[in-house]
């Protein structure tokens, strides 16, 4: 079975299952795809391909939560899926409504600093993810369902100017210090405690890439 052109890789916390994030090639393949992984010969067999809801049938990036009840993966059109993961076999259901997505999309749920997410990260006791794009930087709140929530404060999302992920809107975040904010977030993670999240801001200028790493201090 063609799994098509691989984007991104995610290891189950149990490291029984693997999932890829791919686009198609050739027509063929494409979505994000559940492979069962042989504890003893670390052998793959596709066990699940998803498609339904990613633009295009395809995914871009994957992050499984490290108590491994869900699996966060975005598509070329920048929403964000949110999938119940089954801590059995590993297989994956949308949440439904809202729930199931985050995007500027009136069909999902709406983040506040990031029109276009790229970038996810899950804290370790899993109560927190962070979204990213060139833009901003949101929080969501998680709940024990797998789904985002943001809080109505400015604090909860990171602009380059204080204001939405849309550009021109009203001032409903915080104008952010960081320079990863300013410059195009690339990358994130959090630190095992817990404590402090890590951000790659990436830039272009004078003929060559430039990236910025950042340390922000968690709450």
Do not use: W
């Not at 993966?73 to 997505?101: I, Q, Y």
């Amino acid at each position: 079975m063609a799994i098509g052109v691989v984007r991104e890789l995610a290891l189950s916390p149990d490291g029984r299952q693997l999932y890829a994030a791919a686009e198609a090639h050739d027509g063929r393949g494409g979505g994000l795809t559940v492979l069962r992984r042989d504890p003893d010969s670390g052998a793959l067999t596709v066990a699940q391909t998803v498609r339904d809801g990613f633009a295009d049938g395809e995914a871009m990036n994957v992050v499984v939560a490290p108590d491994g009840g869900s699996v966060y993966a975005t598509d070329s059109d920048f929403a964000v899926h949110v999938l119940r993961r089954d801590r059995g076999d590993g297989r994956l259901a949308r949440l439904r409504g809202k729930a199931g997505c985050v995007s500027v999309d009136p069909r999902c749920t709406f983040p506040r600093a990031t029109s276009a997410p790229e970038e996810i990260a899950v804290t370790p006791n899993g109560r927190a993810a962070f979204l990213a794009d060139a833009s901003g930087l949101d929080l969501f709140s998680r709940a024990g369902s797998g789904a985002l929530r943001q809080a109505h404060r400015t604090s909860a999302c990171h602009t380059r100017d204080g204001t939405d992920g849309l550009g021109g809107g009203p001032r409903i975040c915080v104008r952010s210090a960081l320079k990863s904010v300013r410059a195009g977030i690339g990358g994130l993670a959090v630190t095992p405690d817990g404590r402090d999240l890590i951000v790659l801001g990436t830039a272009s200028g004078y003929g060559r890439a430039v990236g910025v790493v950042e340390v922000a201090r968690l709450r």
